[in-house]
């Protein structure tokens, strides 16, 4: 059996809401979820892209489903390291 743990990376809100703050492989969690449907509330997200020029992250969800957003308009972000 394999467990992976998540560690905080401990960014500010400021720095939580740039592209540029984040990096493919990372998990994110939203503390407070989308009246659209995704980002879901407490799900783990891995980044699969940045484009900091752009501001945007893209995000792969648990079935692989992708969806992009700029960080700065998503309130509750939780950017975690993973670590087995």
Known sequence: MVATVLEPVGLTR???RSAASYE???IVTFRKGSGKGQPRLG???RVDAV???AGTVRLLG???S????RP????GIR???SRR
């Open 43 to 45: 799900i783990g997200y």
């Open 24 to 26: 493919p492989g990372q």
């Open 66 to 69: 992708r969806s992009s957003g």
């Open 79 to 81: 950017p975690r390291h």
């Open 51 to 53: 484009n900091a020029e």
């Open 62 to 64: 648990q079935r692989t």
């Open 14 to 16: 400021v720095e939580a």
């Open 72 to 75: 700065q308009r998503q309130a």
